[in-house]
Each structure stands twice: as structure tokens, then as C-alpha cells.
């Protein structure tokens, strides 16, 4: 990969990783998916939206190809694109108390419900901590995501607008631990692995 590493340093760099494709994408979702603190770029943001676009396509798609009932319909949020249960899946539990994941008739999961569920329980922190870094290099504290609980369909699209747009250079703060980003007096980390806010240089003349 010449002067851009290998796929592991990509992988694993602290600093949000600019115009990555999608196997250094993925990865860092899930090498960087229990971090609050840090950044994460537009293309790491991106790569993941996709790749759950897919899933959601199996999950839903396949059982009702295969003449299965309708259990599963899909959101999509700033948290991520998602498969969502159209049942209530009665998982375990007996007489009076059980435990389940949905909403609707209660229904016992069949094999392929399974790894779909699991699929959303794995991937529900490492999507909370995307967003979160994404918003950081906006320069925005995570608590913006508090706008998609209590706001709505507004907080949506304030959230949605913020994490499409451009990074700004003060996102670097974030890179620090999660209650150093909210001191100013504290020494900025260097901006080593994020070039998508340098000044290019001058071209030269020639005479």
C-alpha cells in the first residue's frame, strides 16, 4: 500500500483513516468499535452503512423468497441500516416471566432468525462508537446522538446532516481520552495520520 501503510496499520491507527476501502473500513469497525474517544472518517462511516445494507437485504429478503411468513422488516438511522423483528421472538423463559426481542404476535425463532439476532446484538456497541467518532470529526461531542431519543425524525436529519459533512481540523481533540477532549488548556495530540484538513503546499515556478 506504499506510503499509506499496511492493512494492519490501517487497521489499527488510532487517527481516523481517510478514503479507505471497504476491508480497511470493516475491519476498523470492529478493531476501533470499542472506543468512544478518537475519530472516524467519512469512508469508515460509509464502508460499514453498506456492508449492513446487504445484511439487511438477507435477513429480510431470503425468508420471505423462501415462502417464509413475514418476520422481519429493517430500519435505517445514524445508528446504522438494521434488520428489525416484525414479531416478538420468545428466546427462553417459562411460566410467568420469559425473555424475548421484538414487538408483536410471540413467535419461537427458527434457524435462520438466530444468527440475524445475534447479528444485531454483536454489532449494537461498535455502530454506537462509529457514530460517535464520526461526530468527533465533525469536531461535535457524541452526546448529539441524544437528539435521535428525544427529537425524532429532526433529530434524524441533524444528525444525518452532521455526519456527511466535511471533517474539521479541532476534531483532533477527540483523539484525546474521553474527559481529556473537553479540556482546552490540553495538549492537542499531533495530526500524524490525518492529512484531509493540511494545506497543500505552493506550487512552485519555474523560469
Not at 496499520?9 to 471497504?22: F, I, N, S, T
Not at 435462520?112 to 462508537?129: F, K
Not at 468527533?136 to 452532521?162: E, Q, Y
Amino acid at each position: 500500500m506504499g506510503d499509506r501503510g499496511t492493512f494492519r496499520q490501517q487497521a489499527l491507527a488510532r487517527g481516523p483513516q481517510r478514503d479507505v476501502g471497504p476491508l480497511v473500513a470493516w475491519a476498523r469497525f470492529w478493531t476501533q468499535g470499542w472506543r468512544f474517544s478518537g475519530r472516524a472518517s467519512r469512508s469508515e462511516f460509509a464502508w460499514p452503512m453498506v456492508f449492513e445494507l446487504i445484511v439487511v437485504v438477507l435477513a429480510v429478503g431470503i425468508p420471505v423468497w423462501s415462502g417464509t411468513p413475514w418476520r422481519w422488516t429493517w430500519y435505517a438511522d445514524p445508528f446504522g441500516i438494521m434488520p428489525s423483528p416484525a414479531v416478538y421472538f420468545h428466546l427462553w423463559g417459562s411460566g410467568n416471566w420469559w425473555w424475548g426481542y421484538g414487538d408483536g404476535a410471540d413467535v419461537p425463532p427458527r434457524a435462520w432468525d438466530l444468527p440475524v439476532i445475534a447479528w444485531v446484538a454483536v454489532t449494537a456497541i461498535p455502530r454506537w462508537t462509529l457514530l460517535v467518532r464520526r461526530l468527533h470529526d465533525r469536531d461535535h461531542t457524541g452526546l448529539w446522538v441524544l437528539l435521535l431519543a428525544f427529537t425524532g425524525p429532526i433529530g434524524w436529519l441533524v444528525v444525518s446532516a452532521m455526519v456527511v459533512r466535511r471533517p474539521r481540523a479541532a476534531g483532533v481533540r477527540f483523539d484525546r481520552t474521553l474527559w481529556d477532549a473537553y479540556k482546552p488548556s490540553a495538549t492537542l495530540p499531533p495530526e500524524s495520520q490525518d492529512t484531509a484538513t493540511a494545506t497543500p503546499a505552493a506550487p512552485s515556478s519555474t523560469t
